[in-house]
């Protein structure tokens, strides 16, 4: 028994709900990070360790808190990051986190490695649409494993542009699957449960985003994720694609100025939710380093950040240091677990409110007010 939605009232109750309905195995899915899960840790604490810089006496009376991806509105200046396999998480899956999306007007980036087909996906989420009378223009856009085999790549990319998806996330911070350590401690309980000897034995898959639900279709196969993909393959993929490219998963200011060099259209500052790079650091680090040695950067792509932003207040500090959007991956996808749709509307509302009384007592009413000097940075910059 879960508490009711309305009794999740911030980002963390939903991750309780989840939790006591899912399988072990699938809440593992959800939570596990690289070796140590340093990474997530950061991820999780970095957005505390910077302040606000409040003004007040403003009149903050109505507030605006909507933002646009590449030219298409948003309500909100947050979509919900990709993650594969939700059919281990949700019967539903990703066509019932795309209801959510709908019935909020929330942008959702669609993961290749998702349970049910980018078809079956977009259907779900035009189906919805349907049947609600002005609902907001919200899109989806799809996040790219690149294929190793060049033909399949272009297949993939042909598909999903028929569809309708409106950008291209490329992930580039998974060459191959980082170590996730708790998968490790079940698949070794697993292979001793049936009595098999510890080494050698496992289903895992390099290169699968989910070792748990090996019979989901739709998502990479083992060999399928490319470790050989290269900054020349933009060029090409670009050409083909022909609309907005994002590289999911800048890391530094080196490969910012790279990306903006080889004529992407954004770039998502992302350690892949603490799953991939041991220590790798948060993307609010990435975004400082980014301010200090290629400012440039910012007024010439959009600037997408994820990991960890679990408040509105979260989201809100991103915008202030130059993000155009922001990421929200497990919140949703504990809201999906405990609550199907429902949830997820619920989580929408939950980062909205959070984000619009943050901006009220800050002092905007707009977030084409924010600015840098909204916040102060100096604590985690002089660590
Ligand atoms: C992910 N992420 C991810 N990223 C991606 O590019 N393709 C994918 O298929 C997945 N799958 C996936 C599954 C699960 C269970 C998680 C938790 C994450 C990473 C995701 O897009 C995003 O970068 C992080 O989830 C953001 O961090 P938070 O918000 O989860 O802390």
């Known amino acids: 028994k879960i508490p009711h939605v309305s009794l999740c009232v911030s980002c963390p109750d939903f991750e309780i709900a989840a939790k006591a309905v899912l399988p072990r195995k699938s809440y593992i899915y959800a939570s596990t990070s690289a070796n140590a899960g340093l990474s997530l840790k950061g991820n999780l604490e970095d957005w505390g360790r910077i302040n606000f810089r409040p003004r007040v006496m403003r009149n903050v009376g109505d507030v605006d808190t909507r933002r646009a991806i590449f030219g298409h509105s948003s309500p909100y200046p947050f979509y919900i990051s990709p993650m594969g396999t939700l059919g281990a998480i949700h019967p539903g899956a990703e066509p019932e986190l795309a209801k959510g999306v709908v019935r909020k007007g929330c942008h959702y980036v669609v993961s290749t490695a998702s349970t049910k087909s980018s078809r079956d996906i977009m259907q779900a989420f035009v189906d919805e649409q349907k049947k609600i009378k002005d609902a907001s223009p919200t899109r989806l856009f ?3 494993y690149m294929p190793v085999d060049r033909e399949k790549a272009l297949e993939l990319m ?9 950008g291209l996330w490329i992930t580039v911070d998974t060459p191959v699957l980082g ?21 050698g034995t496992s289903e895992w898959e390099a290169g699968s985003e989910n070792p748990i639900a090996p019979q989901m279709g739709g998502r990479p196969q083992r060999g399928q994720l490319s470790p050989h993909t290269t900054w020349a393959d933009l060029e090409w993929i670009r050409k083909e694609w022909g609309g907005p490219i994002v590289l999911k998963g800048i890391q530094c ?11 992407c259209d954004g770039i998502l500052l992302s350690n892949h939710g603490g799953r991939q790079l041991h220590t790798a650091p948060s993307a609010l680090m990435t975004l400082l380093e980014i301010r200090t040695y290629c400012p440039e950067v910012l007024g010439k792509l959009e600037i997408f950040l994820d990991g960890g932003l679990r408040d509105g ?15 929200v991956g497990r919140p949703f996808m504990y809201a999906l677990a405990a609550y199907g749709a429902q949830g997820v509307e619920r989580c929408v509302d939950v980062l909205a409110e959070e984000l619009a009384t943050g901006m009220r007592l800050l002092g905007v009413t707009s977030l084409n007010q924010v600015r ?12």
């Open 372 to 383: 840098p000097d909204m916040v102060n940075a100096q604590r985690l910059l002089n660590e």
């Open 313 to 327: 207040s979260d989201v809100l500090k991103a915008l202030c240091l130059g993000a155009t959007a922001v990421g």
């Open 142 to 144: 799809f996040q790219y």
């Open 158 to 166: 042909r598909v999903v542009k028929k569809l309708g998806y409106k």
């Open 253 to 263: 200011a080196d490969d910012a100025r790279l990306a903006l060099e080889y004529g």
């Open 179 to 199: 170590k996730r350590t708790a998968d490790r401690v079940l698949q070794a309980e697993e292979a001793l449960a049936v009595g098999l000897e510890e080494e």
